[in-house]
């Protein structure tokens, strides 16, 4: 009996060290610095830290990573994998990273809140799927039922607000519940919630599984929706602007290559969202990432959702959020 708080303290020193390595990056071995973010040792290449879901959404970022030994870049690329949107925003706002691959929406309130943030690239185009329960037959059977989204700030949740709107329901017509991407589809399975719209390959997952079907495709609700978006620390892009150019070129360079879904390509996403075969075909079938540019009428466009839903008073301007200078030096080098 006297020995059970040794006990107790063993197992929550091993909890607390195996929550540390679930959120170390893709590649135990990758170099790290032992200063703050966008720092090097001594001789070292200056280390780029990055924050990421593992979703397809983030997938131009896995493919520099695994390429980055064949590359020479003036940098060391580091992923730092996060379990939920607001443990990456922590890390995002406060400095502890220099930048992610995160939904558009959270880094424009944070920027609206007075952190330093400028969105450089798109993560992707299109690829999200408002999946419902298979007794689904129209958005109005949704009434009066739970439907999951991953965060009240984000595209997922416009979707689902346009959607009703277009079907002449409110938004209240339905209970509008936030979940973890990955537990959605549980939650669907067990009939938990009646459908949810979330980032990929966990749409996919419902419905390669037979528990869930596609209402709509964003495309048929929004077209050239902005959801998720490479977004840089105004401090990271200010310490060294050729760095933080030479990133983004190499970030572009690898959204071209995540185009090709390739043998190649797959087997890179595989190893950093742990995701079955079908699951992963039918998800990329759904998504691109061809033209990651952020376009001002798509942006502005967003600024009005989040007005009309009451999500944000004054969302930021396309001028002082989005710089596509760095995407205009890229293009202009090719």
């Known amino acids: 009996m006297p020995q059970r708080p040794l006990f107790r303290t063993l197992a929550i020193f091993i909890l607390m060290l195996s929550t540390i390595t679930a959120c170390s990056g893709a590649k135990e071995n990758r170099p790290s610095s032992a200063g703050a973010a966008g720092t090097g040792g001594s001789g070292e290449k200056p280390v780029i830290k990055i924050g990421y879901l ?9 493919i520099a990573d695994a390429f980055e030994e064949e590359s020479d870049w003036p940098f060391t690329l580091e992923l730092i994998k996060f379990g939920s949107w607001p443990d990456l925003m922590h890390a995002l706002n406060t400095g502890n990273i220099d930048g992610a691959s995160v939904l558009i929406e959270l880094a424009m309130k944070a920027k609206e809140q007075g952190i330093g943030l400028k ?36 595209t997922h949740n416009i979707l689902l607000y346009q959607m009703l709107k277009n079907a002449g329901m409110a938004y209240s017509d339905v209970q509008a519940v936030e979940l973890a991407p990955a537990e959605m589809p549980a939650a669907l399975s067990e009939g938990r919630i ?11 997952i419902s419905v390669v599984a037979g528990k869930g079907k596609v209402l709509y495709q964003s495309g048929e609700i929004w077209e050239n929706s902005v959801d998720c978006g490479l977004v840089l620390r105004d401090a990271f892009i200010g310490k060294d602007r050729e760095l933080a150019q030479a990133f983004v070129n190499a970030y572009l360079e ?11 390509e797959r087997a890179v996403l595989k190893k950093y969202m742990n995701v079955d075969d079908k699951v992963l075909e039918l998800s990329l079938q759904w998504i691109a990432y061809d033209e990651l540019r952020l376009d001002e009428e798509s942006y502005e466009r ?21 710089d596509n200078s760095f995407i205009d030096a890229a293009a202009g080098a090719s």
């Open 54 to 62: 593992p979703i397809t959404h983030a997938a131009p970022l896995y």
């Open 119 to 154: 969105a450089v690239a798109l993560g992707h185009k299109d690829g999200n799927v408002l999946v419902v329960a298979n007794d689904i037959g129209k958005t109005e059977d949704l009434k009066g039922k739970p439907f999951a989204i991953p965060s009240r700030f984000s």
């Open 194 to 204: 009646a459908g949810y719209v979330v980032a990929e390959p966990f749409g996919a």
């Open 254 to 264: 690898a959204g071209r290559k995540a185009e090709h879904k390739s043998e190649d």
């Open 302 to 322: 967003l600024r009005v959702y989040l007005r009309e839903m009451g999500l944000s008073e004054n969302p930021p301007t396309f001028g002082d959020f989005v």
